[in-house]
C-alpha cells in the first residue's frame, strides 16, 4: 500500500471555531494519509472533531492551519469558486439524512452533481445516471420521487448520486445512521462492493460495529488522532445473512 | 449550468408552488395589463385627434383674432378680419394655394318633416382643396358668379338626414326660413373618432351668409393652406405681413392668430404626452410594487429551500449557479407575469373598443416595453434573495431544519 502516493492527505490540520469570547479547538492537528482505494472508517464520539474533519476532508470548510492535499491539490489555498469544482468533481457525499431533493425524481437527483459540470452533456448525464443506478439496483427505479421509495433505497439514490461524477472519494456521513440494522448491512455491501471494485472510501460514523466492515479505522477523540488502525473487513453479506429473518422483529 | 436546464429547474420550482406562484405575480399581471390598456387608450386617442387634425386638410393655416384674455375674460376685442383680407392674401401672398373665410352659423336645416341640426358655413370655393373635400355629385359654387346666391352644397350626413336615399341635386333646404338650393354633394370624408362628423356640414358662400344670415362684415377666421409642406412658416409670416400692412400695424404685439396644421397637431398631442408620462409613472409604481411581491416570494423559497441550496452547494454548485438559479426563477416568475398581463391587457383593450366604442391602438412598443420592463424587476427584485441564496454556507444549509 505504502508504495503507492496517498490520494488524500492530511498534515497537522488544526481548526478553530470562534464562539464569542472562547475558541473551540474543534481540530487540534490532525496527520494521517489515505491511500487510492482504501476504506476507512473515521470513528469518535460526538465532539471528537470527525464532523469538523469531515467538512474540510469534503472541502466544505477550510482549515484554520495546517495542510490539506487531495489527488495532488492544495485546499487551503483554494478559492470558494475552486472549492465547489473539486467537491463537483473528486468527491462524493453520502448523508445520514439522504439529502435528495423531493419531487425530483430518482435519476434526476442522480443527475444532479453532472449538471454544475459543463462538460457533460446532457445524453452523457442520463447515461452516466442511469449506470450509477444500476450499480446500485435501483435503475428500475429511475421515475420513482424519493417519497415512493424506502429509506434504503433513498440511501441507494444518494449513493449513485455520490457515483456518478466518479469522484476520487466517497465521504459518507453516518450514511446508516437513519436506518435500521438490516438496512445498514445492505448499504454497507454496497460500500464493500465499491471497495472492491477500487474506489475509495472514507466512512465517518460513530458506531463501532460498522466500523468493522471496513478495513481501517481511524479514531479521533477531543480534537486529536487517538488511533488509526488496519484491520480485518468483515463481510457484510455474511453479516446480512446471519441476521433473524425480519418478520421476528415484530 | 446550461440555460435551459436552469429554466428546466427553476419552471419546475415554480410549478410545485402553483397558487403561491401565481399570488405572487398577481402584481405584475395587474400592472402590466393595466399600463397595456391605457398606453392602448391613450395611444387611440392620440391618433384619433391626430387623423382628425389631419383631416382639416393639408398644409392648413388658420387665421384668428387674436383675443385679449385676461383672467379668461375678454377684455377688449382686438382687429377684426374682414372681406377684403381675404382678398389682400388672395392677390398678394406668393407661399398660399388657396384662401376661404369661413363664417358659421348655427340653426336647421330642414326638408319638409325631416330636419338635421348642421351648421351652416359660409366659405369661397378654395375651401374644398383647403380641408380636401372633393364634389361627389352636382357642383361647386362659383365665387364671382354665385356671390351671395342662395345655393349650398352638403356632405353625405346631410344627405341622409334630410333627402333619405333620395337625389338632393336641384332641391331646396330651409336654412333658418331662407330656402337653399342644393347644387351638389361632397364626397364621404367619414367621421372623427370623437363624434365630430366630417360629413355633416352645408356649406354656402360666405357673402350669402354675411349678407343673408348674420348681416356682419367680420369674418371668424381664415382658412388658408400653404404651398408645399416646407412652406407653412413662410406663408404663415406673409399672411400676418399683408394683414399688417393693410392696417399700417405698428404696435408689438400681433394683430392675429396664425395657426399651421403642425403646431395645432402639437398643442393637443402635448397633452397626450402628458397622459404618457402620468400613465409611465403608474406602471412603474404598480410593477414596484409588483416587483417587492417577487422579492418577498424569492426570500421564502430561498429560506425554505436552504437545504437544497446546500446539497447542491455539497455536490460542485458554486455560488454564482445558486444565484444564476434564483435569479432565473424570478425573471421567469416576473416574465410570466409580464406575459399574462400583457395578453390580459391586449384583450381588455379589445373588449373596450369593441364594447365601448372607444379608440384603442396596442402599441408594439407598450408591448415590448412592458417585457423588458419586467425582466428588469425579475433581476431587480430577485437579485438580493438570490445573493443572499449563493452566499450560504454550505455546512449551514446543510444543517438547516
Keep these: 500500500m505504502t508504495d503507492k502516493l496517498p490520494i488524500l492527505s492530511i498534515e497537522s490540520l488544526r481548526r478553530d471555531f470562534k464562539m464569542g469570547d472562547q475558541v473551540v479547538h474543534a481540530l487540534r492537528g490532525v496527520s494521517f494519509d489515505i491511500y487510492p482505494g482504501e476504506f476507512v472508517t473515521i470513528m469518535g464520539t460526538s465532539g471528537s472533531g470527525k464532523s469538523t474533519m469531515l467538512n474540510i476532508l469534503g472541502c466544505m470548510d477550510k482549515p484554520t492551519a495546517g495542510h490539506y492535499i487531495l489527488d495532488g491539490e492544495h485546499t487551503e489555498k483554494l478559492s470558494r469558486d475552486s472549492l465547489a469544482r473539486i467537491r463537483g468533481q473528486k468527491i462524493g457525499f453520502v448523508f445520514q439524512n439522504y439529502n435528495l431533493l423531493s419531487r425530483t ?76 440494522t438490516r438496512t445498514s448491512y445492505e448499504i454497507m455491501m454496497i460500500f464493500q462492493e465499491l471497495h472492491r ?20 479505522t481511524i479514531t479521533l477523540r477531543d480534537g486529536l488522532l487517538k488511533k488509526d488502525e488496519a484491520h480485518e473487513m468483515q463481510d457484510a453479506k455474511a453479516a446480512f445473512d446471519a441476521l433473524p429473518p425480519p418478520e421476528t422483529y415484530d | 449550468m446550461s440555460p435551459i436546464t436552469l429554466i428546466k429547474i427553476s419552471l419546475c420550482a415554480l410549478l410545485r408552488n402553483r397558487m403561491r406562484t401565481f399570488l405572487s405575480v398577481l402584481g405584475i399581471v395587474i400592472g402590466v395589463a393595466a399600463v397595456i390598456t391605457m398606453v392602448a387608450m391613450g395611444e387611440g386617442s392620440r391618433q384619433s385627434i391626430k387623423e382628425q387634425m389631419t383631416s382639416m386638410g393639408t398644409n392648413a393655416i388658420i387665421v384668428m383674432p387674436n383675443w385679449n384674455r385676461r383672467g379668461g375674460v375678454q377684455a377688449e376685442s382686438s382687429e377684426m378680419l374682414e372681406e377684403k383680407d381675404v382678398i389682400a392674401i388672395r392677390e398678394n401672398a406668393t407661399y398660399i394655394n388657396g384662401v376661404s373665410p369661413m363664417i358659421t352659423v348655427s340653426g336647421q336645416a330642414i326638408v319638409g318633416n325631416n330636419n338635421s341640426p348642421t351648421t351652416l358655413s359660409g366659405i369661397s370655393a378654395d375651401y374644398l382643396k383647403i380641408r380636401n373635400y372633393e364634389i361627389e355629385d352636382g357642383v361647386m359654387f362659383d365665387d364671382a358668379a354665385d356671390r351671395m346666391a342662395k345655393v349650398c352644397v352638403i356632405g353625405q350626413t346631410v344627405v341622409q338626414n334630410l333627402f333619405a336615399g333620395e337625389n338632393p341635386i336641384g332641391k331646396t333646404i330651409r336654412y333658418k326660413s331662407i330656402p337653399l338650393k342644393v347644387i351638389g354633394t361632397l364626397k364621404s370624408k367619414g367621421s372623427g373618432d370623437f363624434g365630430q362628423d366630417n360629413d355633416d356640414v352645408i356649406f354656402t358662400p360666405y357673402q350669402t351668409v354675411m349678407r343673408r344670415f348674420s348681416a356682419t362684415t367680420n369674418i371668424r377666421q381664415i382658412y388658408a393652406n400653404s404651398i408645399g409642406e416646407g412652406y407653412a412658416e413662410k406663408a404663415t409670416e406673409e399672411i400676418m405681413n399683408i394683414l399688417k400692412e393693410r392696417r399700417n400695424w405698428t404696435k408689438p404685439t400681433d394683430p392675429f392668430r396664425v395657426f399651421t396644421q403642425e403646431e395645432m397637431i402639437e398643442m393637443v398631442t402635448s ?54 438559479q434564483f435569479l432565473f426563477e424570478s425573471v421567469t416568475i416576473s416574465l410570466m407575469g409580464g406575459l399574462i398581463g400583457i395578453i390580459l391587457g391586449v384583450a381588455a383593450s379589445q373588449i373596450v373598443k369593441t364594447v365601448m366604442g ?5 402599441s408594439f412598443t407598450s408591448v415590448v416595453i412592458s417585457f423588458a420592463v419586467c425582466f428588469a424587476t425579475g433581476v431587480f427584485f430577485g437579485w438580493y434573495p438570490a445573493r443572499k441564496a449563493s452566499r450560504l454556507d454550505p455546512i449551514e444549509a446543510l444543517r438547516y431544519e
Design chain 1, 105 to 180: 425524481t430518482a435519476i434526476e437527483n442522480v443527475e444532479l452533481p453532472l449538471l454544475y459540470n459543463s462538460k457533460v452533456s446532457s445524453a452523457e448525464r442520463r447515461r452516466r445516471a442511469l449506470t450509477a443506478l444500476e450499480m446500485v439496483g435501483l435503475a428500475d427505479r429511475m421515475n420513482h420521487l424519493p417519497s415512493q421509495l424506502s429509506g434504503g433505497q433513498q440511501q441507494r439514490v444518494a449513493i449513485a448520486r455520490a457515483l456518478v461524477n466518479d469522484p476520487v472519494i466517497i465521504l459518507a456521513d453516518e450514511a446508516t445512521g437513519n436506518l435500521d
Design chain 1, 197 to 216: 471494485q477500487g474506489k475509495t472510501i472514507a466512512f465517518v460514523t460513530h458506531e463501532p460495529d460498522i466500523a468493522t466492515f471496513s478495513e481501517r
Design chain 2, 271 to 324: 397633452t397626450s404626452d402628458m397622459l404618457a408620462l402620468v400613465l409611465t409613472v403608474i406602471a412603474g409604481i404598480s410593477l414596484f410594487v409588483g416587483g417587492i411581491g417577487i422579492m418577498n416570494i424569492m426570500y421564502v423559497s430561498v429560506t425554505e429551500r436552504t437545504k437544497e441550496i446546500g446539497l447542491r452547494m455539497a455536490i460542485g454548485a458554486r455560488g454564482r449557479d445558486i444565484l444564476m
Design chain 2, 358 to 362: 372607444w379608440p384603442m391602438i396596442v
